[in-house]
């Protein structure tokens, strides 16, 4: 929740009392020590298994809406499959783990952001430690205005009664602070990460540029932002070596289920996990995605419109799980498994057993960089440039696909909004990507028989999550 009923104390996000692990408060931050715990406990508002953020299914059930991914009709999956036929309720607890994990890091940002002044010591690794919680803030807001638009802009880490009563923000207002934080992040991180699962001066670059695609499109509408989304993806490629960025060689290596897929110079920003504390465990890999016939718990799965037109080759192989081995040993094929649907390949483990593992979560791969230049640069320019088609195919390459060449630049744009979709096939992008071009209706109007039709609006009016029932009912202006 992001209020508490009671006007002496803020609920979960603003209680210092169930701010384990967080130093909160301007007397509790004088020292780099103090900025440190501080940071500590603004990432775990997004990295608390089961609890909140983007360690479980939630991360794909918010963006189910979307074409790539769906789940089971029947069984105990009823919170994923409200937002897949697009009716969601307040109370749906999958949407609010990602509500409540993103406020809570955003308060501990905050805290980082308005007390650091104070704190004397060495001033680079000041920045690096405020610029990780400028570009926390900003992830935060950025995943709260997509999925719901309207949303409370907070900029405190202290409770006020003003808080019970606080108005909802316009996605203007909210994109407003995001971009003024990635600025920031961007000019006080360091070139390099300090560690594997943190921000560089290249990660804040190449989310301004995803942020600035996203406002060209739905509901911002400000065509001027292709261009600069261009301009920061290419700052990103031009200067990948320094920043530590490529493309992996082999796809299977990102989804191989084992500890070669964890730091990859793919990682532009990506969280780290670890099987050994089930606090920060990943567990949307292995049994979420594993079908009910190899025992697994059928979480999400992937559309079959979806699936059959994803183009063949290695990247389908790789990203897709089509035939299962039941207990007895028997194979069979997807179409006669119990849900009748593909799976994703791309999330099992090596030991598909397991529920816990150390996988990263990939919030930004360096394949985005590469097909963010792509499309924001043949939306700003006549025509795509060579950089635009050396972009979308050093990934189409990879993929096992043959070069584009020679399209219009409509067509251009098309090939790459798709070569989204298969890129990042479950991967909460394809969603997103709906949104912002306003084809939610579209791709969700040809279901095969067997996926799961919508029942609810599929106008813009419904592209919002609710705010949770628990903050609604406290605050009217929710």
């Given at each position: 929740m992001l209020f508490c009923s009671s006007r002496r104390r803020a609920v979960r996000i603003f209680s210092k009392k169930t701010l384990k692990g967080q130093v909160v408060g301007t007397n509790a931050i004088s020292d780099i020590a103090g900025l440190e715990a501080a940071l500590t406990g603004s990432y775990k508002g997004l990295l608390r298994t089961w609890a909140r953020g983007f360690l479980t299914s939630a991360i794909q059930g918010y963006g189910m809406g979307a074409d790539d991914i769906s789940t089971i009709s029947g069984g105990n999956k009823a919170d994923f499959r409200e937002i897949d036929q697009f009716n969601v309720t307040s109370a749906n607890p999958r949407l609010f783990q990602i509500w409540s994990g993103c406020y809570k890091?955003?308060?501990?940002?905050?805290?980082?952001?308005?007390?650091?002044?104070?704190?004397?010591?060495?001033?680079?690794?000041?920045?690096?430690?405020?610029?990780?919680?400028?570009?926390?803030?900003?992830?935060?807001?950025?995943?709260?205005v997509r999925g719901y638009g309207n949303i409370p802009l907070i900029t405190t880490a202290d409770f006020s009664d003003d808080l019970l009563t606080i108005q909802k923000s316009a996605p203007a207002e909210v994109y407003k602070l995001i971009e003024e934080d990635l600025q920031k992040a961007e000019a006080m991180l360091p070139d390099k990460k300090r560690d594997p699962g943190r921000p560089n001066k290249g990660s804040a670059k190449a989310m301004l540029a995803d942020v600035y695609l996203t406002e060209g499109g739905w509901p911002i509408k400000d065509a001027s932002k292709y261009a600069l989304a261009a301009a920061k993806a290419r700052e990103v490629?031009?200067?990948?070596?320094?920043?530590?960025?490529?493309?992996?060689?082999?796809?299977?290596?990102?989804?191989?289920?084992?500890?070669?897929?964890?730091?990859?110079?793919?990682?532009?920003?990506?969280?780290?996990?670890?099987?050994?504390?089930g606090g920060s465990t990943n567990s949307f890999y292995g049994l979420p995605t594993v079908p009910g016939d190899e025992n697994g718990w059928d979480d999400y799965l992937a559309e079959i419109t979806f699936f059959n037109k994803f183009p063949a080759g290695k990247r389908k192989d790789v990203t897709f799980h089509t035939v299962f081995a039941k207990p007895d040993g028997t194979k069979i094929p997807w179409q006669q498994s119990l849900s009748k649907h593909p799976y994703y390949a791309k999330f099992r483990l090596a030991d598909n057993t397991k529920f816990t593992s150390s996988m990263p979560v990939h919030m930004i791969r360096y394949a985005h960089v590469l097909l963010v230049y792509a499309e924001a640069q043949a939306r700003a320019g006549a025509s795509p440039d060579a950089l635009a088609y050396a972009s979308v195919n050093a990934v189409r390459r990879r993929a096992g696909l043959a070069d584009l060449s020679g399209l219009s630049k409509t067509a251009f744009i098309d090939a790459v909004i798709d070569e989204r979709a298969w890129e990042f096939a479950g991967e909460w992008t394809r969603w997103f990507d709906l949104l912002r071009l306003e084809k939610v209706a579209e791709a969700n109007a040809h279901k095969a028989p067997d996926d799961l039709k919508p029942i609810g609006d599929l106008s813009k009016g419904n592209y919002w999550y609710p705010a949770p029932i628990g903050d609604a009912n406290i605050n009217p202006n929710l």
């Open positions: 890091t955003i308060q501990g940002a905050n805290n980082i952001i308005n007390n650091y002044q104070r704190v004397t010591g060495d001033p680079v690794r000041i920045n690096s430690i405020v610029g990780e919680a400028y570009f926390l803030r900003a992830l935060g807001y950025y995943w709260l490629i031009d200067n990948k070596d320094l920043y530590g960025f490529d493309l992996v060689p082999d796809l299977a290596t990102l989804w191989s289920g084992t500890a070669t897929a964890a730091g990859t110079k793919e990682e532009v920003f990506a969280f780290q996990t670890s099987e050994n504390f």
